[in-house]
């Protein structure tokens, strides 16, 4: 199957093939059932993509740390 960015090209390119006027009805119907599928399949994608990063911002190692140090307010003058 194609990467991500070629099939939004394909998608892309199926929606400036639907907006001509001279198209063919039958043409148009085509072009825009395999729209929808080539959506479908990028909105999936993009649904796995965001769990991902879901997953990994949440994991214990990308939490900061509970008392950071921050070395503003050393001891050296109190």
Do not use: C, Q, T, Y
Request: glycine share 6%.
């Amino acid at each position: 199957m194609k990467n991500f960015e070629e099939r939004l090209e394909k998608l892309e390119s199926l929606g400036e093939k639907i907006r001509k006027p001279e198209i063919p009805l039958d043409d148009a119907l085509k072009a825009f059932e395999e729209g929808i599928k080539l959506a479908r399949s990028l909105e999936k994608d993009l649904e796995r993509v965001e769990s991902r990063i879901e997953i990994l911002m949440n994991s214990p190692e990308a939490r900061p740390e509970e008392n950071p140090e921050l070395g503003l307010f050393d001891d050296e003058g109190s």
